[in-house]
């Protein structure tokens, strides 16, 4: 029997069928992105990867800026968690660097085209798609979260001064962070290297002037 779903006639499938279909089609989406960026990489291209025909993908992404999307938010919930493995407090503005160093590496395995697009998207699809918006900005509130964390843990043991405000702390460093990937996205010849570097410049000035006499 056939049904039509969105763009394509598409045969009854089951959901574990389905759900194979999205996964080929993300992993095809996420390789050609990453190696051939968001322009050069068609929804053709994809589909024939995916083994599927081109009106199918549309069934499961309703366009090429909604596949990159899911792809980026999969990246980041795809990784979840495993910030802490190697958080320690001998070196508090190395550890904080290590944590942010895990968050930025998930999103700068793309191209800056790439995460323009999300940035510019962004604004848009907290209305229109709020689950969506939510997998991409859960991976924000969770990286503030562990920097409040490790901050509230690092007051307790008096390596960080005891009057201080952990959570606004935590939003400093990430304020700083997010202000530097702006402008490594907007100057053509920023590189990922210079953008780590700086960034662990900055989180050192930001932290140090809070840790305590002990530290």
Same mark, same amino acid.
């Given at each position: 029997?056939?049904?039509?779903?969105?763009?394509?006639?598409?045969?009854?499938?089951?959901?574990?069928?389905?759900?194979?279909?999205?996964?080929?089609?993300?992993?095809?989406?996420?390789?050609?992105?990453?190696?051939?960026?968001?322009?050069?990489?068609?929804?053709?291209? /994809?589909?024939?990867?995916?083994?599927?025909?081109?009106?199918?993908?549309?069934?499961? &992404?309703?366009?090429?800026?909604?596949?990159?999307?899911?792809?980026?938010?999969?990246?980041?919930?795809?990784?979840?968690?495993?910030?802490?493995?190697?958080? &320690? &407090?001998?070196d508090?503005?190395?550890s904080?660097n290590?944590?942010?160093?895990?968050?930025?590496?998930?999103?700068?395995?793309?191209? $800056?085209?790439?995460?323009?697009e999300?940035?510019?998207?962004?604004?848009?699809?907290?209305?229109?798609?709020?689950?969506?918006? $939510?997998? /991409?900005?859960?991976?924000?509130?969770?990286? /503030?979260?562990?920097?409040?964390?490790?901050?509230?843990?690092?007051?307790?043991?008096?390596?960080?001064?005891?009057?201080?405000?952990?959570?606004?702390?935590?939003e400093?460093?990430?304020?700083?962070?997010?202000?530097?990937?702006?402008?490594?996205?907007?100057?053509?010849?920023?590189?990922?290297?210079?953008?780590?570097?700086?960034?662990?410049?900055?989180?050192?000035?930001?932290?140090?002037?809070?840790?305590?006499?002990?530290?």
């Amino acid at each position: 029997m056939i049904i039509t779903i969105g763009r394509q006639p598409m045969a009854r499938l089951n959901e574990t069928q389905k759900d194979n279909i999205r996964r080929r089609i993300l992993e095809a989406a996420r390789k050609h992105f990453i190696n051939d960026g968001y322009e050069a990489t068609s929804t053709k291209q /994809l589909a024939a990867e995916a083994g599927i025909a081109e009106g199918t993908l549309f069934n499961y &992404f309703s366009s090429k800026a909604d596949l990159m999307l899911e792809v980026v938010a999969s990246e980041l919930a795809g990784q979840a968690g495993q910030e802490q493995t190697s958080v &320690f &407090f001998e070196d508090i503005p190395e550890s904080v660097n290590d944590l942010v160093t895990a968050y930025l590496k998930k999103i700068l395995v793309f191209p $800056k085209r790439v995460i323009q697009e999300v940035l510019l998207a962004g604004t848009g699809i907290a209305r229109k798609k709020p689950e969506l918006f $939510k997998k /991409l900005a859960d991976a924000d509130y969770r990286l /503030l979260e562990e920097l409040n964390q490790y901050f509230v843990k690092a007051a307790e043991q008096g390596i960080i001064k005891q009057n201080t405000d952990c959570g606004l702390l935590a939003e400093s460093v990430f304020a700083q962070v997010f202000m530097e990937v702006i402008f490594y996205l907007y100057e053509g010849d920023y590189q990922k290297d210079l953008l780590l570097k700086k960034i662990k410049g900055k989180i050192g000035f930001t932290v140090l002037p809070y840790l305590s006499d002990r530290s």
